[in-house]
T-cell receptor, first 113, second 115 residues
Framework: SQQGEEDPQALSIQEGENATMNCSYK?????LQWYRQNSGRGLVHLIL?????REKHSGRLRVTLDTSKKSSSLLITASRAADTASYFC?????????????FGSGTQLTVLP | KAGVTQTPRYLIKTRGQQVTLSCSPI?????VSWYQQTPGQGLQFLFE???????NKGNFPGRFSGRQFSNSRSEMNVSTLELGDSALYLC??????????????FGPGTRLTVL
């Protein structure tokens, strides 16, 4: 089963509006990352937030992390049509000396012009 | 710098066959990770290689294997293909081993269809 579950599964907004996506996970993490994927292509890394951080910004992106609730949110402000893509959260977890990056189910964002 | 390249981009095989996929990381990157993406299971971590050694492994059967060469290029092999192996296989490279705090750079993927 997947570590992360994202909410909503699909989101449709108008250009200029803000988009918020949520990610919940099950086990303790080292860090949490957000990725974007355009139509079945490779993933693009957006932002990483460490387990001891609560909020991080990068351009129009704002990520929050609440480790007590095991959840994260990604906010995209002033959305553009080019932001249309699937967005995935990924958590790095450790099992002994092994590390693994586990992805959520993704949110399909559609930004309408 | 050139990005991560994967070959072939598309592949059609039949059940029972085996397949080898190739990934060339960004120059200077020594870690290569492989992922499987399917509509039902989403993105799942297969394994990570660094310095020709498998460093981390996901929960996949032994039919899935890989290797890394001295130039950091990596290959992934799937033997005795099953219909459920149809997926987009992505590889990602990063400078260091097991350090997912490094940004991972993904290739465009290989779309495998098993008939």
């Amino acid at each position: 089963s997947q570590q992360g579950e994202e909410d909503p599964q699909a989101l449709s907004i108008q250009e200029g509006e803000n988009a918020t996506m949520n990610c919940s996970y099950k086990t303790s993490i080292n860090n949490l990352q957000w990725y974007r994927q355009n139509s079945g292509r490779g993933l693009v890394h957006l932002i990483l937030i460490r387990s001891n951080e609560r909020e991080k910004h990068s351009g129009r992106l704002r990520v929050t992390l609440d480790t007590s609730k095991k959840s994260s949110s990604l906010l995209i402000t002033a959305s553009r049509a080019a932001d249309t893509a699937s967005y995935f959260c990924a958590t790095e977890i450790s099992s002994g000396s092994a590390r693994q990056l586990t992805f959520g189910s993704g949110t399909q964002l559609t930004v309408l012009p | 710098k050139a990005g991560v390249t994967q070959t072939p981009r598309y592949l059609i095989k039949t059940r029972g066959q085996q397949v080898t996929l190739s990934c060339s990381p960004i120059s200077g990157h020594r870690s290569v990770s492989w992922y499987q993406q399917t509509p039902g299971q989403g993105l799942q971590f297969l394994f990570e290689y660094f310095s020709e050694t498998q460093r981390n492994k996901g929960n996949f059967p032994g039919r899935f294997s890989g290797r890394q060469f001295s130039n950091s290029r990596s290959e992934m092999n799937v033997s005795t293909l099953e219909l459920g192996d149809s997926a987009l296989y992505l590889c990602a490279s990063s400078p260091r081993a097991g350090a997912f705090t490094d940004t991972q750079y993904f290739g465009p993927g290989t779309r495998l269809t098993v008939l």
